[in-house]
């Protein structure tokens, strides 16, 4: 019996947990441990338990006992008793709910941790927590499969909805926002983070709610983004898992830049890039974390984070293809069929030259063949060495060459964009294509990974000592004016100004002048003052 004595087994559980709820933890705590044991004693009873946890229910007792717990975890009276209560209403779907929706099950794990000794608690928990959870996943997959309806509507519609069921409701009708439908569905996901089953049924709901006209303004109030990266890094190696997140972070990246922003810190980028490869057989998840990294691309921000991060990078390249790899192939590719063309027409004495990348040379065959040419036409001028008559400028090709460089050209002009896949991409499955965003983000950053570079400090501009400098510290204790349009003021009535910049006293300012100017000027003013 508590400090109460008789008079709190007299009363009902609704006014046990609203004592409960206004306990001052962990001042209160003498007091919150009697009404823990009354209630633990209502709902004891199997006959009347059904009656007593549906007013348990009503009361939003578990939220309260919970919040105790979580309060007063390191009491172990405490939590000796909550884990009681726990164990009475196991099997009633309606508190596991509740108790799982709460945190109840991170409490009884932190509690098993922090009580590790007490044989007690250390034979119950382990079977509570199974049962809990076991109970709690079938429960979850009902709730969550009725919040999903209700996650494609907004907010407003779902009350015109209500509205038109009941016209002459006396009172204004009330619905749970989106966001906080969608929290609970997370909240049911954290808890049973192992269980593949609740995180599809959870990922889907969460797809429909990334579709909510809601979600452009609520997304980040609400925890989406914390779970599908826990979600991830528990089922890296399930396909069905990863290209459900890739599709919802994927719908949250194209709304908003702040959203994009949001998803690459969670760094999921580089943990989808990793998993990537072991998705060959399947090419939908591929290709959803493909999508994905096109939404990311839309906003300069998140570009920019991608493409400081080195493996994605790298990714991008196996992808698409290197550019710069790619030119120099090219490049290569047109050096040599060059070479082979000018060794052909040399051997057939049509050319005299032959052409090395930017340099001209002409080849010793075709230089002896002019010199014996003008020796027996009586002209000695090429054979002592001039060759300032022969033709420098290269012959136009053949209809073949002609058609060979034009294919080259068109080659290494579209080498990065008419490829399907680049590289072979080992893992990669061969029906993924890759985004445009993808392909413009590779040819835009040459494959390059991105450096800060530290902004050069301005230099600090020195005054002279002598001439014109001098002149300029006598006026030091005026305003500057008419040096540069940015800062040019108003002249003071002084004399000092009359002699530098004119008789006029109302002249004004005066646009800057050329510094030849402003250094007789100077000068002029200087030479008066003394």
Not at 251 to 278: F, G, I, K, R
Not at 375 to 399: M, W
Request: some cysteine.
């Amino acid at each position: 019996m508590g400090i109460f004595g008789s008079k709190i087994s007299a009363m009902d559980i609704p006014w046990l947990v609203k004592q409960l709820n206004e306990c001052q933890l962990p001042v209160d705590r003498n007091q919150a441990l009697d009404l823990l044991e009354q209630v633990d004693q209502n709902l004891v009873d199997k006959k009347t338990l059904e009656a007593q946890a549906r007013l348990f229910k009503d009361a939003d007792g578990m939220r309260v006992v919970v919040r105790v717990g979580k309060k007063l975890v390191e009491d172990i009276f405490v939590v000796t008793v909550i884990v009681q209560i726990v164990d009475d209403v196991k099997m009633n779907v309606p508190l596991i709910m509740d108790f799982i929706e709460f945190g109840g099950v991170d409490l009884l794990e932190k509690a098993m941790r922090v009580h590790a000794k007490d044989d007690y608690l250390a034979g119950l928990m382990p079977k509570l927590i199974r049962v809990v959870l076991a109970v709690g996943a079938s429960a979850c997959i009902e709730d969550i499969n009725e919040q999903g309806l209700n996650l494609l509507l907004c907010h407003r519609c779902q009350e015109t909805i209500e509205r038109t069921k009941h016209p002459f409701a006396a009172r204004p009708v009330t619905i749970p926002h989106p966001k906080d439908r969608v929290n609970r569905v997370l909240r049911f996901m954290d808890n049973f983070s192992s269980r593949t089953d609740v995180q599809l049924v959870g990922l889907d709901a969460v797809i429909k709610y990334c579709r909510n006209a809601d979600a452009v303004n609520a997304a980040r109030d609400t925890e989406v983004f914390f779970v599908l990266a826990k979600c991830v890094e528990a089922h890296r190696a399930d396909s069905s898992v990863l290209w459900r997140v890739a599709m919802a972070f994927s719908l949250l990246a194209s709304l908003q830049s702040e959203l994009a922003m949001a998803v690459v810190a969670t760094n999921v980028h580089e943990t989808l890039v990793d998993a990537y490869p072991s998705l060959a057989a399947h090419s939908l998840a591929q290709q959803q974390i493909l999508w994905l990294f096109g939404s990311l691309l839309r906003w300069q921000r998140s570009k920019k984070m991608l493409h400081k991060s080195a493996r994605v990078m790298d990714f991008f390249k196996a992808l698409v293809g290197d550019p710069l790899a790619d030119r120099k192939r090219v490049e290569q590719e047109q050096r040599l069929r060059q070479l082979e063309a000018d060794a052909k027409s040399v051997a057939s004495g049509t050319r005299s030259l032959v052409t090395l990348g930017s340099s001209t040379v002409a080849t010793k065959p075709a230089a002896a063949a002019a010199a014996a040419a003008a020796a027996d036409a009586g002209d000695n001028s090429l054979s002592r060495g001039d060759v300032s008559g022969l033709s420098r400028s290269r012959p136009a090709p053949s209809g073949d060459e002609d058609e060979r460089s034009r294919a080259v050209d068109e080659a290494a002009g579209d080498a990065d964009i008419d490829d399907d896949r680049g590289p072979e991409l080992q893992g990669c499955s061969i029906d993924v294509a890759v985004p445009v965003q993808i392909r413009a983000f590779v040819r835009e950053t040459q494959g390059r990974v991105y450096r800060d570079k530290k902004a050069p400090g301005r230099r600090r501009r020195r005054r002279g000592k002598g001439g014109a400098g001098r002149a300029r510290r006598l006026f030091d204790d005026q305003p500057r004016f008419g040096t540069t349009r940015r800062n040019a003021v108003a002249p003071p009535p002084d004399w000092a100004q009359h002699l530098r910049y004119g008789d006029a006293p109302d002249r004004g300012a005066q646009p800057p002048a050329p510094r030849e100017q402003r250094r007789a000027q100077d000068e002029k003013a200087a030479a008066a003052y003394d």
